[in-house]
């Protein structure tokens, strides 16, 4: 199932980098979007990127993934997985509550997509919430925090992460969920 967040994410992109997307649509003819980036002029520098520092804060718990972007669950599980955690990966809410059911031993944080066939990713906390009162959750879309609130997606506090992220940003978030 397609959910549109293709856009939303490449929209998210080039705002965080100072940019503008034109979209023009024509009936019968098609639509094209043209992206506007700011030219960078001056000498070129090698310079380190914010993401490419290795996370120090490593972590052990058990993290159930749902996110039913394969591309984005595979890369996320491989991420966690380096960071020392236990990642339990589902694509669907069904089948995370199925691997919650038939797992032994305690989860210690729910890492799913807001927006997903099935079922959103409140729902499907609430429904873990039953079987794993104590477990931690965050949540995370390609649309940003305000548009989830706004639409009532979310509660107001509730901890949240906008995709795309980098790998440091994603342990940092972490963290701050289990350790608080």
Request: glycine share 10%.
């Amino acid at each position: 199932m397609c959910t549109g967040l293709g856009l939303a994410t490449v929209y998210g992109a080039v705002k965080q980098n100072n940019g503008f997307v034109e979209v023009y649509s024509e009936l019968g003819r098609g639509t094209t979007f043209t992206v506007y980036l700011p030219r960078h002029e001056g000498k070129s520098v090698m310079a380190q990127q914010e993401g490419a520092i290795e996370p120090t804060q490593k972590g052990n718990e058990t993290i159930l993934l749902v996110e039913d972007e394969l591309t984005i669950l595979n890369i996320a599980t491989m991420i966690l997985t380096k960071q020392g955690y236990k990642v339990l990966a589902a694509n669907t809410p069904g089948e995370a509550i199925k691997l919650a059911r038939e797992h032994v031993g305690e989860i210690h944080l729910l890492m799913t997509d807001v927006v997903m066939p099935e079922m959103n990713g409140r729902d499907l906390a609430k429904n873990l919430l039953s079987m794993y009162p104590g477990i931690k959750r965050l949540f995370m879309s390609g649309y940003t925090a305000d548009v989830i609130t706004h639409h009532g997606v979310l509660d107001e506090g509730v901890y949240f992460i906008q995709k795309s992220f980098n790998m440091n940003a994603l342990t940092s978030k972490l963290r701050e969920v289990l350790d608080s």
